[in-house]
């Protein structure tokens, strides 16, 4: 089955994943969605973002993936403009075995 994959990136301090991640849940029921919460990254500002044992950072990377039909990704992205305008979202396409 071919299925889109759509992966929002965002940091911790953004404060919008849990919010991008109730609204796939809720409203859209897509049908696989995970956050992966990194360990360090940077984005275009060239800013890290990291965290040691002794030194945890709240501003962390996390990302936001989630997979459907591609109507209904394209859908989820659309609704989710009003929180994703200063994230970078990517798509693919992939096949679901």
Do not use: W
Request: glycine share 6%.
């Amino acid at each position: 089955m071919n299925i889109t994959v759509a992966r929002i990136y965002v940091t911790e301090g953004q404060r919008v994943h849990e919010k991008i991640f109730e609204r796939l849940h809720d409203e859209h029921k897509i049908k696989g969605v995970t956050m992966f919460r990194g360990i360090a990254g940077f984005g275009e500002s060239g800013e890290t973002h990291s965290s040691s044992l002794l030194d945890m950072s709240f501003d962390m990377p996390v990302i936001v993936e989630f997979f459907d039909e591609e109507a209904r990704v394209r859908a989820a992205l659309d609704s989710l403009s009003d929180l994703t305008t200063s994230c970078r979202v990517i798509t693919f396409s992939a096949e679901s075995i």
